[in-house]
């Protein structure tokens, strides 16, 4: 079984910075793909961004040049940094992981999800 351990939420005006973290625990093969998703009031889930075991990175053209998808392979952590933060990034942000990765990204696990609001 695996665990998905989210840290890093909160409140932060617009322009403001954010990091979250994202502590996988459990079987976890070496070849995988972590990511996190939002979910806003109304809307429907979306892919933020993710991130394979050897590095290679997806993004949402919404936060292309403004958010940072990173990993720990030896802490299997990942990590969101998210920079000039708007409100329409407001949202629950959910880590995933896709614990058998070949070509497309397809998360099996979840986190509980940690809460983004960016308002002044």
């Known amino acids: 079984q695996v665990q998905l351990v989210e840290s890093g939420g909160g409140l932060v005006q617009p322009g403001g910075s954010l990091r979250l973290s994202c502590a996988a625990s459990g079987s976890i093969f070496s070849i995988n793909a972590m990511g996190w998703y939002r979910q806003a009031p109304g809307k429907q889930r979306e892919l933020v961004a993710a991130?394979?075991?050897?590095?290679?990175?997806n993004y949402a053209d919404s936060v292309k040049g403004r958010f940072t998808i990173s990993r720990d392979n030896a802490k299997n952590t990942v990590y969101l940094q998210m920079n000039s933060l708007k409100p329409e990034d407001t949202a629950v942000y959910y880590c995933a992981l896709d614990s058998s990765y070949a070509t497309m990204f397809a998360p099996d696990y979840w986190g509980q999800g940690t809460q983004v609001t960016v308002s002044s």
């Open positions: 991130i394979t075991s050897g590095g290679s990175t």
